[in-house]
C-alpha cells in the first residue's frame, strides 16, 4: 500500500495571479518506507512552493520537497547520540495515523 490523500475542492484556489492553494488530508499504510512516503501534488499545483503538514498522534511530518516524499519522525531522546527528531523506522505501522491535515501552495 501507500499514503493516501485527498483534497478538499476539486482544484487549487488561485490567491493571486500564478500561486494556488490546496488543503487535504493524508493517511498513513502499514509499513512506513524509509526515506518517506510518496506525496505528489503537481496534479494540482505546477510547482510546490511550500507544504505544510500537521502533527499528529506524537510524530512530526516533513515534506521533502526533491523526492516529493513526506517523511515521517518522532522524538527519541534515551541517547546523547540521538538528534532533535528520528525519522520512523522502516516497515514501521503507521495506518492509525490518518486524516492528517496539509496546507500546500504554490505555481498553478
Not at 15 to 44: A, C, H, M, Q
Not at 53 to 65: C, R, V
Request: proline share 2%; net charge negative; charged share 20%.
Amino acid at each position: 500500500m501507500a499514503l493516501t490523500k485527498s483534497y478538499d475542492l476539486p482544484r487549487a484556489e488561485r490567491i493571486s495571479r500564478n500561486v494556488g492553494i490546496v488543503t487535504g488530508k493524508i493517511s498513513f499504510d502499514s509499513s512506513y518506507p524509509t526515506g518517506g512516503e510518496s506525496l505528489d501534488l503537481t496534479d494540482r499545483l505546477q510547482t510546490v512552493l511550500a507544504v505544510f503538514i500537521e502533527n499528529k498522534s506524537g510524530y512530526i511530518f516533513e515534506y521533502d520537497y526533491t523526492n516529493k516524499k513526506v517523511k515521517a519522525y518522532y522524538g527519541n531522546y534515551d541517547q546523547t547520540s540521538d538528534g532533535a527528531l528520528t525519522e520512523v523506522a522502516n516497515t514501521t505501522d503507521l495506518s492509525s495515523i490518518t486524516n492528517v491535515r496539509f496546507v500546500a501552495y504554490g505555481l498553478i
